[in-house]
């Protein structure tokens, strides 16, 4: 009795069938106890009672190990059960907003050309958003440009403190920045103070800013050209209109042609619905005013150049042919409208 090695086969048990076997071996109906208890009518009877209690201890500490590995077996076994065929648990997927998106692919394309990317305040001094542009006080051209006034100490040179009307509040900037040649590409947030279907407060802006010895204006439409046909496809054209900018001279907005009809302006002798004339306005342009360039330290004598401004809003919802009909559901955080992208 004294060489049954029960604990030892209990303990190595690996499965609860392993498990069942044992206890059928040890505890069964024609099992090793009830074959022990059977021996002891062999004995005389004053050893009976003592020889009883031992295997009835024996018994019940099989009984309580069986029960302590089942309980370990089974735990062991809930812990590495994995079913794969339940279908997986899905996690929610964030993303970008759809403007970041459009940006950075702007950004890719002008480097690709060698602009380089800048940033410049959004608390912006009232200079390098007027006077610097050749808006000096009192001029009416500010009037375009509505501005929302930061509450703080006014600037001796640099006037009251806004936030940015416009990224054009780069050029001079970039200019105290560095020498020529400048190839500059500056995205922005931008503010106005306006709030309807067609303008949001804060939008964004992006501008491009060239200068060196002998840029002209073939220049400035090769470029945008290029970058209309990166981002709106091969067969876009672009055409320029006379315009007037403070800064700039000459200056021009430039039109993109229509996507739908391809600058026809009607598709299937019916009026073009997107653009009713065959162009879409894509961006203010020109050529650097001399004054401009010599408040940047630039000699306009030795250099020359032009700059750019658009919106990159205006872009992505030109190029989706998004029909929007209120440009504020880009920036009021509706995950629905959001989740598209
Ligand atoms: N800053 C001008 C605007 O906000 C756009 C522009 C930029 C025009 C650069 C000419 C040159 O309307």
Redesign the pocket.
Known sequence: MENLNYKEEIEKATSEVILENLRIKYLGRKGIINKLFEEIKTLPKEKRREKGQKINEIKKEIETLIDRKKKELKKIKKEEFFDSTLPGKSYPKGSLHPLTYVIEEIVNIFQKIGFIRVSYPEVEWEYFSFEALNMPKGHPARD??ETFFIEAKEHQKFGKMILS????SGQNREMQRVKPPIRMINIAKTYRPNWDATHTPMFH?F?GLCIDKDINITHLKGTIDYFVKEFFGKERTIRLRPAH?Q??EP?FEIDVSCGICLGKGEVDGKKCRVCKSGWLEL????MVHPNVLKMGGIDPKVYTGW???FGPERCMMMREEMKIDDIRILYNGDIRFLEQF
Do not use: I, N, V, Y
Request: glycine share 16%.
């Open positions: 375009d440009f009307p416009h990224t054009s802006q501008e900018f800064f700039t200056s961006a203010g342009a020109g700059a750019f401004g």
